[in-house]
């Protein structure tokens, strides 16, 4: 049985910064590609970051890249969303998908169940 489970979500000040956690089990093979997408109430799911199996190859979108890190731990089964200068625009549940290398959500064919991210003063 596949599990993908986040963690790592909280309140945090504009300008602050979290890591968001994603431990994936029951996956037959490492060579699963993982993603992150968030979406904010009243809001389509939008794609955040990707990382491909072996890690060497990331993509982000425009509104988080050059704030937010995504990384993996093949080892730990593990991975990571390091987020930086957090905007009240970037208020959203958060969630972790594995699946192709890919932008589209269609292209990820497990996901968690999300961890929440409020931005605010």
């Known amino acids: 049985q596949v599990q993908v489970t986040e963690s790592g979500g909280g309140l945090v000040q504009p300008g602050g910064s979290l890591r968001l956690s994603c431990a994936a089990s029951?996956?037959?093979?490492?060579?699963?590609?993982m993603a992150w997408f968030r979406q904010a109430p009243g809001r389509q799911r939008e794609f955040v970051a990707a990382?491909?199996?072996?890690?060497?190859?990331?993509m982000y979108s425009d509104s988080v890249r050059g704030r937010f890190t995504v990384s993996r731990d093949n080892a730990k089964n593990t991975v990571y969303l390091q987020m930086n200068s957090l905007k009240p625009e970037d208020t959203a549940v958060y969630y972790c998908?594995?699946?192709?290398?890919?932008?589209?959500?269609?292209?990820?064919?497990?996901w968690g169940q999300g961890t929440q991210v409020t931005v605010s003063s």
């Open positions: 990382v491909t199996w072996t890690g060497g190859t990331t």
């Open positions: 029951g996956l037959t093979s490492s060579n699963w590609h």
């Open positions: 998908a594995a699946g192709y290398y890919s932008r589209s959500p269609s292209q990820y064919a497990y």
